[in-house]
């Protein structure tokens, strides 16, 4: 079975800190890892995945396999970061997503 | 170009009626997915659909929840006998065939009185 945990439900830190949101995946195989955020009032989308290394509005993630993690982080925190963040796992060859239940990030100013 | 697109973006019914969730998916895409998100439940998946292959339906949580998908366009997520437990949001989201990359609608918002 595949499961995604985010530790923590909510999330304060204050413009310009450091913040990293936790992330732990149970996958048998190779999974492929994503983060997606939820702006207020607007729909789910994609942040950043795994396998593209990319930094995206100055997140970066890194997959650690030997851990099983995925943590999300920013060096400098925005007020706009404030949202929820989801990560999610997806494997094999059905496509589907499951999700972590979410961390609500407040960047405070 | 359009995203996906979903109808209504409310609904509220009474317990015990039956509901259908409409979803458009991005043209083009082969790939569709239900997802549920409920309050201390996060977000759940439900059921897909890819191309002509019979869906995935391991997500649905009872009997009473049904999808069908027609033309390998436009899908239908109904909920016959409606309990107040499903009151949540349903989101469809939409991809290209064999990506994992899945834009979403912006959800209905189902209420069950």
């Known amino acids: 079975a595949q499961r995604v945990t985010q530790p923590e439900k909510l999330l304060s830190v204050f413009k310009g800190a450091p913040v990293e949101l936790k992330c732990n995946y149970s996958?048998?195989?190779?999974?492929?890892l994503f983060w997606y955020v939820q702006y207020s009032r607007q729909r789910l989308q994609l942040l950043l995945r795994?396998?593209s290394r990319e930094s995206i509005k100055g997140f970066t993630a890194d997959l650690n396999k030997g851990e099983t993690s995925f943590h999300l982080k920013k060096p400098f925190a925005q007020e706009e970061d404030s949202a929820m963040y989801y990560c999610?796992?997806?494997?094999?060859?059905?496509?589907?997503?499951?999700f972590g239940k979410g961390t609500l990030l407040t960047v405070n100013p | 170009g359009a995203g996906v697109s979903q109808s209504p973006s409310n609904k509220v019914t009474e317990k015990g009626k039956d509901v259908e969730l409409r979803c458009d998916p991005i043209?083009?895409?082969?790939?569709l997915y239900w997802y549920r998100q409920s309050l201390g439940q996060g977000l759940e998946f439900l059921i897909y659909?890819?191309?002509?292959?019979?869906?995935?339906k391991s997500g649905l949580p009872s009997d009473r929840f049904s999808a069908e998908r027609t033309g390998g366009s436009v899908s239908t997520l109904t909920i016959q006998r409606t309990q107040q437990e499903d009151s949540a949001v349903y989101l469809c989201?939409?991809?290209?065939?064999?990506?994992?990359?899945?834009?979403f609608g912006p959800g209905t918002r189902l209420t069950v009185t």
């Open positions: 989201a939409s991809s290209l065939a064999h990506s994992y990359e899945q834009y």
């Open positions: 996958y048998s195989g190779s999974p492929e």
């Open positions: 795994h396998i």
């Open positions: 999610a796992l997806s494997g094999g060859s059905n496509y589907k997503l499951t």
């Open positions: 043209s083009g895409h082969t790939a």
């Open positions: 659909f890819q191309g002509n292959s019979a869906p995935d």
